[in-house]
């Protein structure tokens, strides 16, 4: 897929507020300091799209980017660590599952883990609640050049060891890194993928 236009078209505190309409959304989501913004601006190839920030735990409304005219590019708020308040974290929380479970739209869900670090539990906890409420998603591991591919692969082996303990069948997964633009084809590649299948099935 070639991204001819990525816009910003709204910021939204609850899903009544989400533009309405039957474009297909990709919701992209994970833990506080993943990398999600980074990995926006690289799929999108437009560096200040998605805003970046020193601070964990920025991302606090459902952002829409409108791509190529045709499909929405989620950004939601992270989970897991940020320095907010307790009944915040818990507004964060519904504002999420508020768009997982109820969105009309949605096509798939990018769940985004930290390829440097051993699996950790916030991240298999959210992973295993989407596969228990039968969300469509894949796994898209982030900053991979800053470790070695045994150091990598390793971590990955242990994730999926992890997930394997309550999976039968392993969710699709992606090897990224926004520096590298690595996994910036293979993601964009599948989004269209998934936009043609849900066509030719409607």
């Known amino acids: 897929m070639i991204i001819k236009s990525a816009v910003f078209e709204k910021s939204s505190t609850k899903i009544s507020e989400c533009p309405t309409g039957h474009r297909p959304e990709f919701a992209f989501i994970g833990r506080s300091n993943v990398g999600k913004s980074s990995l ?3 799929l999108t190839g437009r560096n200040g799209l998605a805003k970046i920030s020193v601070s964990p735990g920025k991302t606090r409304l459902i952002n829409h980017f409108l791509i190529n005219n045709q499909w929405f590019l989620v950004d ?3 989970y897991g660590y940020a320095k907010v308040s307790k009944s ?3 507004e964060f929380s519904k504002i999420i599952e508020n768009f997982i479970l109820k969105s009309e739209n949605m096509s798939c869900l990018f769940i985004l883990i930290d390829g440097r ?3 950790q539990d916030i991240d298999i906890e959210f992973i295993n609640w989407c ?3 039968q969300v469509p998603l894949v796994m898209v591991f982030t900053k991979t050049d800053k470790l070695s591919l045994r150091d990598f692969n390793d971590n990955k082996k242990k994730v999926e060891a992890k997930l394997l303990e309550t999976w039968d069948e392993l969710p699709t997964s992606f ?3 926004s520096v590298k633009k690595t996994g910036r084809d293979e993601i964009l ?3 269209h993928f998934v936009m043609h299948d849900k066509k030719a099935n409607n």
């Open 131 to 133: 596969g228990t409420n």
């Open 117 to 119: 670090l051993d699996p």
């Open 40 to 42: 926006i601006n690289m």
């Open 76 to 78: 939601l708020p992270g």
């Open 189 to 191: 590649d599948f989004i």
């Open 175 to 177: 090897v990224s890194s």
């Open 88 to 90: 915040m974290k818990a």
